[in-house]
């Protein structure tokens, strides 16, 4: 029922949205990575550094934590988890997009916690680790990018230890009726024309409100994050429900 909700959501909202192709979208990244942090700071009037430091808040206690960030971009989320949070010794940032990573490495250089903090080039739906290997893998903004949402997710199990849990920051759409219908406009009409003339490429965002838009959010998404093997699963809304960090841990057996 409630993923049927999601999509009432939408034809509320001014009418339903096609689904964008993800092939290849590390292409698209590329191009805007130069504005990319700039434009995030600017659409989410500044909002998503308090998401990102909240999911900070969620890792799983222990000392001496692992933790692998999927779809790292320009290592935001990475970065702002180990300022946020000592207990982690071990980061590691994959991504597709070369363009995004080499502004994340200067980040990252410039950071004080450096030492602990590695970026490389990796797929979402295919990470290049072994098995139980981190006690958190982290998202943010970046599932509903990849090919294979299901195949990510059992992923993210798979290289979790047991008791490992999986933060999965994304953006979504408001449960109260007139903010959703005022969020889509925002997202349909203000996005696009504002990342496209600061990153020049207005393609990327009309991208961007789509995948919003087509998204499985809330409980729809809780229960993808169930079916692939995570128990405990929890949504977190923010602001409103413009955006919700999602968690789920690894069984402790199995």
């Known amino acids: 029922m409630k993923a049927q909700k999601h999509v009432v959501q939408k034809a509320e909202a001014g009418g339903a949205t096609s689904e964008p192709s993800r092939k290849d979208v590390w292409r698209m990244f590329d191009r805007i990575a130069p504005r990319y942090d700039l434009i995030n700071r600017l659409l989410s009037f500044g909002l998503d550094v308090s998401w990102r430091k909240r999911m900070a808040s969620l890792l799983p206690e222990g000392e001496s934590l692992a933790v692998l960030d999927l779809a790292t971009g320009t ?3 990475l970065l702002l988890l180990c300022d946020e949070c000592d207990r982690i010794d071990q980061a590691v940032g994959i991504d597709l997009s070369e363009n995004m990573l080499e502004v994340g490495r200067k980040k990252v250089a410039a950071s004080r916690r450096c030492d602990c903090i590695s970026l490389k080039m990796g797929d979402a739906v ?6 139980r290997v981190y006690h958190a893998v982290t998202i943010s903004f970046g599932i509903r ?3 294979d949402m299901e195949a990510s997710m059992k992923d993210m199990l798979r290289v979790l230890r ?4 999986a933060l999965i920051l994304e953006c979504s759409l408001p449960e109260n009726a007139l903010m959703r219908i005022g969020h889509v406009a925002y997202l349909r009409y203000a996005v696009p024309l504002i990342g496209g003339i600061i990153s020049g490429d207005m393609e990327a965002y009309r991208y961007l409100n789509k995948t919003v838009e087509t998204f499985p959010s ?3 998404f809780c229960e993808l994050m169930r079916s692939a093997g995570f128990q405990y699963v929890k949504a977190n809304p923010v602001t409103f429900g413009v955006a919700t960090i999602y968690q789920g841990d690894r069984p402790a057996a199995g």
Do not use: F, Y
Request: a negative charge; charged letters at 25%; proline letters at 11%.
């Open 75 to 77: 290592a935001d989320q």
């Open 126 to 131: 295919n990470i290049p680790d072994g098995d």
């Open 162 to 165: 047991p008791n490992g849990r």
């Open 218 to 220: 809330g409980e729809a």
């Open 145 to 147: 990018n990849v090919l």
